[in-house]
């Protein structure tokens, strides 16, 4: 639902009305699309919440010295290069599941800085934080999803007759109502309901865009 969510960001912006044009079940359907890609994570959610909520047998002690605080530098120091690298290559490609990844390896690095012993002693949260980081990467990639169409809509174009008028347009959404649809040519949005649109034709396209 996170990635149906997302979807709708380009469209509407956050909070925008469009999300409720169509009922809960019809999101629901929608989000189908995102379920083989949720499917592939929720088969390691098992084994993280297995090592979450393993107890532990006796709290972890960090060695003093300050080879240790040394060490501890230089591995925050390194996780805040590669975040850093992760963010200005997210911002330049415009990638919005980038900025999250840049997000998650701050917060690690954080962590690590605050309290080193954190993600021995805090496993439960740890389960926490990598289910919102989830959400978070659902949605990020919910908005890359419908950016990149309404971006390069030539493979998405169908032709539609909408109030006898024939037009190219991309149809982003069908609910009971009507349909979502996106007007490449004067870059508008519109909901036409199904009373006014008479055809869709659009040509066959290949699974693989092998030349």
Do not use: C
């Not at 900025?99 to 740890?126: E, G, H």
């Not at 990467?137 to 908005?143: D, E, F, I, S, T």
């Amino acid at each position: 639902m996170s990635w149906e969510v997302g979807s709708f960001i380009p469209i509407s912006g956050i909070g925008g009305s469009t999300f409720g044009l169509f009922s809960l079940s019809e999101h629901l359907t929608f989000a189908m699309e995102a379920l083989p890609f949720a499917l592939v994570f929720a088969a390691f959610l098992p084994v993280i919440f297995a090592g979450a909520s393993k107890p532990l047998r006796r709290r972890p002690r960090l060695p003093d010295g300050r080879s240790m605080r040394i060490g501890l530098r230089i591995g925050v120091t390194i996780l805040a290069v590669i975040g850093t690298g992760i963010a200005a290559l997210g911002i330049y490609l415009r990638s919005s599941p980038m900025l999250v990844l840049s997000f998650a390896v701050f917060a690690v690095a954080a962590t690590i800085a605050l309290y080193p012993p954190a993600m021995f002693l805090w496993p439960k949260q740890l389960f926490i934080g990598v289910a919102a980081f989830a959400m978070a990467m659902a949605m990020a990639l919910g908005v890359d999803y419908t950016r990149a169409i309404l971006n390069s809509p030539g493979p998405h174009t169908v032709r539609a007759v909408i109030n006898d008028t024939s037009k190219e347009v991309v149809v982003l959404r069908t609910g009971e109502r009507g349909l979502l649809i996106y007007e490449p040519d004067s870059r508008h949005f519109a909901f036409a309901k199904w009373d006014v649109v008479k055809r869709f034709d659009w040509p066959r396209q290949p699974i693989l865009n092998a030349q």
